[in-house]
């Protein structure tokens, strides 16, 4: 999502629905996003994006700025554990992510449909703990 701010300078976001995620994201357990299909045109590692959490049209919550650290395309079966757990640490295995992105995305997931994994770092401020 891109929008454009008082300076005309454009301000990128990653946006997620589910307010479970809004806790996994402000205890900086949740490190990356595994979006499916292609994203790798629109997420380029070094962009700021802005992380909000909050419902199809309707106001979100900015939860942090953040950096994208590295942006891969993939099969989702050549998924590793570890990025599997950077998404949602409560799962490990490929079948668990493939059930989970079924859900969200409204159609059946296989190992075979390519997805972009997303790893970002909160940007934190002077006051940030």
């Given at each position: 999502m891109r929008?454009?701010?008082q300076n005309s300078l454009p301000v990128?976001?990653?946006n997620f629905y589910s307010p479970i995620v809004a806790s996994l994201l402000r205890s900086y357990r949740k490190t990356c996003?595994?979006?499916l299909g292609d994203k790798s045109a629109k997420y380029k590692?070094?962009?700021v994006v802005q992380v909000l959490v909050g419902a199809r049209y309707s106001p979100r919550d900015k939860i942090f700025d953040a950096v994208i650290d590295k942006?891969?395309?993939k099969r989702l079966g050549d998924l590793s554990p570890r990025e599997?757990?950077?998404d949602n640490p409560e799962l490990r295995r490929v079948e668990e992510m493939s059930f989970f992105l079924?859900?969200?995305y409204n159609r059946e997931v296989s190992e075979d449909d390519?997805?972009?994994v997303i790893r970002f770092s909160a940007i934190k401020g002077p006051f940030d703990l």
């Open positions: 929008q454009r701010t990128y976001a990653l996003t595994i979006r590692k070094g962009l942006v891969d395309v599997i757990e950077h079924s859900q969200i390519l997805v972009t």
